[in-house]
């Protein structure tokens, strides 16, 4: 398949330019690193005593404890959001308009709506319709309902990239639209998407961190200010081991999505390339 490219070659005083400015770029950045070494070396922030804390095991398990949480409660989210995801893509590409209608506007409110706004609501405003639960349901609760959104899209964005034939095939074997759907086509969305819901996953485990506005909530940010309240002198020295900690984690997620992609990649180019139909713009889900 031949691809134009988006823009022409840079010639060659344009690559002459490209590369002063990348060094200028490259020289500011290595003098701004500079400048706040030096300040935070004349406050003592690289000090043995600044650091002295953390050779307590116990410092280490109240941010491990902290850590767990939050993977506990981004893993709880995201397995909600893939079945209210799923619920959503059979409404999104569903042929009664109410139905369809309905999933649209929830999908597109709730992924709108910042992630701190839903978890002031499940925690304010929920309390006072009676609904008393602990400080991890209210995460989960927002975590849930700002992914389930996007995932929903996402499935069925990879729905409408399978070719029309599966559907037609399925119906041929008298499945009906939700078998169809169910056994057929989401499960290849699944597979196909499924470096974007790792993606997901990145960001859900990222927003656990917002937990932090919830005062009776563990999570690691909150232990490493517990500890920087309780050693004034390391408050610096505990957020940077939890975002440390936050970025391990971020790292290893996005490694699986860039194998998940090339696997995807290997599996296109050994399958010959089926005849595409046009997909139409909903299914007959009834």
């Known amino acids: 398949m031949n691809t134009k490219p988006l823009f022409d070659a840079p010639g060659p005083r344009a690559r002459q330019r490209h590369t002063i400015i990348e060094l200028l770029c490259i020289a500011l950045i290595a003098f701004g690193l500079y400048e706040a070494y030096e300040m935070l070396e004349v406050h003592g922030e690289f000090s043995q005593a600044a650091w002295k804390p953390f050779t307590q095991p116990g410092l280490w398990v109240l941010l491990g404890q902290g850590l767990l949480n939050n993977l506990q409660a981004a893993a709880v989210g995201m397995i909600l959001s893939m079945l209210f995801g799923a619920l959503l893509a059979f409404g999104l590409l569903s042929r009664r308009a109410p139905i369809r209608i309905a999933c649209r506007i929830f999908t597109d ?112 940010l909150r232990s490493a200010t517990v500890i920087g309240t309780y050693y004034s002198r390391s408050l610096l020295q505990a957020q940077i081991v939890a975002a440390i900690g936050f970025m391990l984690v971020n790292i290893a997620l996005g490694l699986l999505a860039t194998a998940l992609v090339r696997r995807q990649r290997r599996q296109n180019a050994a399958e010959p390339a089926p005849e595409r139909l046009q997909m139409p713009a909903e299914l007959s889900i009834r």
């Open 109 to 220: 409110v709730f992924a709108s709506v910042p992630l701190l706004l839903l978890l002031y609501f499940t925690s304010l405003v929920l309390p006072t319709y009676g609904l008393k639960l602990s400080d991890f349901w209210f995460l989960v609760i927002a975590l849930t309902l700002f992914s389930s959104a996007v995932i929903g899209d996402l499935l069925r964005s990879g729905v409408r990239a399978i070719p029309y034939g599966q559907t037609e095939a399925a119906e041929a074997l008298g499945f009906s639209g939700f078998r169809t759907m169910q056994l057929v086509l989401l499960p290849q969305a699944l597979r196909s998407m499924s470096p974007a819901l790792v993606s997901q996953m990145v960001i859900l485990f990222k927003g656990t961190a917002l937990a932090y506005v919830l005062g009776g909530y563990i999570e690691l």
